[in-house]
């Protein structure tokens, strides 16, 4: 048998759960949660874990080199250096609009990657 302990980042509560897994890891009991959204959390965290991915995009012929950007929905964990590395080598030409898409379903996950800022366009 496998516990796992987690913290629940769902609301302020901050929950204490423990999560008990069979040797095969499936879950057999969830401890802690003081709502169903961190027994949902929980089951996600253990199952398939998943983030929204903040960070920068190269801009061309802007007034900034960068804009910061976000996947749209939370994305898998374990595809999180794969996406890094597509964002690395992406760049946008300036102007940046807010929520402008800069990746659409990125490696098919239905999370597209906007931008969260302006960025204007280099005046020359």
Do not use: F, H
Request: charged share 30%; net charge positive.
């Amino acid at each position: 048998m496998k516990e796992v302990d987690l913290t629940c980042v769902q609301c302020p509560l901050g929950c204490k759960i423990k999560v008990k897994m069979d040797d095969a890891g499936v879950v057999l009991d969830i401890l802690g949660n003081r709502c169903n959204r961190g027994k949902e959390y929980a089951m996600q965290e253990v199952v398939d874990p998943k983030r929204v991915i903040p960070t920068n995009v190269k801009v061309l012929n802007g007034v900034d080199e960068l804009v910061s950007v976000k996947t749209t929905n939370p994305v898998p964990k374990r595809l999180m250096w794969e996406i890094m590395n597509i964002i690395k080598e992406t760049t946008v030409e300036a102007p940046v609009k807010i929520g402008q898409v800069i990746i659409k379903d990125i490696l098919k996950t239905g999370a597209d990657i906007v931008a969260t800022r302006e960025v204007e366009k280099v005046n020359k």
